[in-house]
């Protein structure tokens, strides 16, 4: 893909002042054009959908829908436009979980004004973008990990049960799930057995440790 003169850019974070951060930020750039936002994950698939931006940076925990489900959405739905992820977690699992989700960089709200503009170009050229040093950091946390024998396998969850979880953790019923996602509350009761399973928990409040962990949820 060849990097347009002008980048549209949509913004999507459930916090005005980020948002409005963040616009200022790249609005300030002459390559850089703003051209919508959203307040939420759903919002932000409907809104690039809408307007088709050639970029959409995300927050990784947003209602609704996550950033990371956001950016696997877009994904799916229209492809030819790129993902780049904002967050408040230092985390590798986010950050892998970012690079499954087909973003193509992962910046730090510590260091939004540093990194994100090289961030978007870098996006824009068909790079990847870590903050520094998360590269090395992330192959030396998992290689001693994997020599001390713990489990560095990705999420187990399939994407639909990852909806499930979120649903669960934000304590929606299974009927209020089962009208959100258009399933009975038959299948939503069997995802949530094989969540359990899965993760070896036994109840919603294990889930809901785990998805705030996950960032699927905020504390």
Same mark, same amino acid.
């Given at each position: ?7 549209t ?23 850089? %054009?703003?051209?919508?936002? !959203? =307040?939420? +994950?759903?919002?932000a698939?409907?809104?690039? /959908?809408?307007? $088709?931006?050639?970029? @959409? ?83 030396? %946390?998992?290689?001693?990990? !994997? =020599?001390? +024998? ?6 187990? /969850?399939?994407? $639909?049960?990852t909806? @499930? ?51 699927l949820?905020?504390?």
């Amino acid at each position: 893909m060849t990097t347009p003169l002008v980048t549209t850019v949509m913004v999507a974070d459930d916090h005005a002042v980020v948002r409005h951060g963040v616009r200022s930020i790249l609005s300030a750039q002459p390559d850089f %054009d703003v051209v919508g936002d !959203a =307040a939420d +994950g759903k919002e932000a698939v409907d809104r690039a /959908l809408a307007l $088709r931006p050639d970029l @959409v940076v995300l927050d990784v925990s947003m209602p609704r829908l996550t950033g990371l489900q956001a950016a696997a959405e877009i994904g799916r739905r229209a492809a030819g436009i790129r993902t780049l992820m904002l967050s408040m977690h230092d985390d590798e699992q986010f950050l892998f979980e970012a690079l499954r989700a087909g973003a193509s960089g992962y910046v730090l709200k510590s260091a939004v004004d540093r990194d994100l503009v090289d961030a978007c170009r870098a996006t824009m050229r068909g790079e990847s973008f870590l903050y520094p040093d998360a590269i090395a950091a992330l192959v030396q %946390d998992r290689l001693a990990r !994997a =020599a001390a +024998g713990d489990d560095v396998s990705v999420d187990p /969850l399939t994407p $639909r049960e990852t909806e @499930v979880l979120k649903l669960i953790a934000e304590a929606r019923t299974s009927q209020q799930i089962a009208g959100a996602l258009t399933i009975s509350p038959k299948t939503v009761e069997n995802h949530r057995a094989s969540i359990l399973e899965k993760l070896g928990m036994r109840d919603r409040v294990e889930l809901t440790r785990y998805a705030i962990r996950r960032g699927l949820v905020q504390p």
